[in-house]
Antibody, heavy 121, light 109 residues
């Protein structure tokens, strides 16, 4: 059974960089028909897609966040990572990593449990 | 960007009743790229429906999806106690990526 687990700093100061990692177990991150995504959810609000990465390293970001986001992959460790720079209080959210089926349907079928990141001084 | 609107915002039902949730897009969506998720408090979203009408693995057949173009519907034929949750629709657009609707909360009447 595929599992995803987020880890990283739960508290980030304004203007600094948020860094999270998603460890994938029970399957290979190099699987051809899937890519790997980050999605966030501010407390009490809806879902916002941040971006995704293929195992090859190709990325695609939400245009509204593109200037601040970097997603990378480490296939040797079966994990991928998110960096979001110049954070503000508006970036406070639960951050989820998820697997994306991209070949035919474009849906997110496996999700991590989520990790709360608070932006505060 | 394709904006998704969901209605109603909250749906109050008794167990055994039928739930009809609407997702409307600001422009036409490829039906292959329309999905529905269920989210319970403190949990990650769970995929229910993909391709507008295909149930994901392990999803009970009381959940069904339909629609095309700009209007999509998630139906729960008879709501069970475990179905009280928030439901989100999601679309993919090749030029702008993914967007989610604001959600419909199904709660107990």
């Amino acid at each position: 059974q595929l599992q995803l687990q987020e880890s990283g700093s739960g508290l980030v100061k304004p203007s600094q960089t948020l860094s999270l990692t998603c460890a994938v177990s029970g399957g290979s991150i190099s699987s051809g028909f899937y890519s790997w995504s980050w999605i966030r959810q501010p407390p009490g609000k809806g879902l916002e897609w941040i971006g995704y990465i293929y195992h090859s390293g190709s990325t695609y970001y939400n245009p509204s966040l593109k200037s601040r986001v970097t997603i990378s992959v480490d296939t040797s460790k079966n994990q991928f990572s998110l960096k979001l720079n110049s954070v503000t209080a508006a970036d406070t959210a639960v951050y989820y990593c998820a697997r994306l089926e991209w070949e035919y349907w474009n849906y997110f079928d496996y999700w991590g449990q989520g990790t709360l990141v608070t932006v505060s001084s | 960007e394709i904006v998704l609107t969901q209605s109603p915002g909250t749906l109050s039902l008794s167990p055994g009743e039928r739930a009809t949730l609407s997702c409307r897009a600001s422009q036409s969506v490829n039906s292959n790229y329309l999905a529905w998720y269920q989210q319970k408090p403190g949990q990650a979203p769970r995929l229910l429906i993909y391709g507008a009408s295909s149930r994901a693995t392990g999803i009970p057949n009381r959940f069904s999806g339909s629609g095309s173009g700009t209007d999509f519907t998630l139906t729960i034929s008879r709501v069970e106690p475990e179905d009280f949750a928030v439901y989100y629709c999601q679309q993919y657009d090749t030029s702008r990526g993914f967007t989610f609707g604001p959600g419909t909360k199904v709660d107990i009447k």
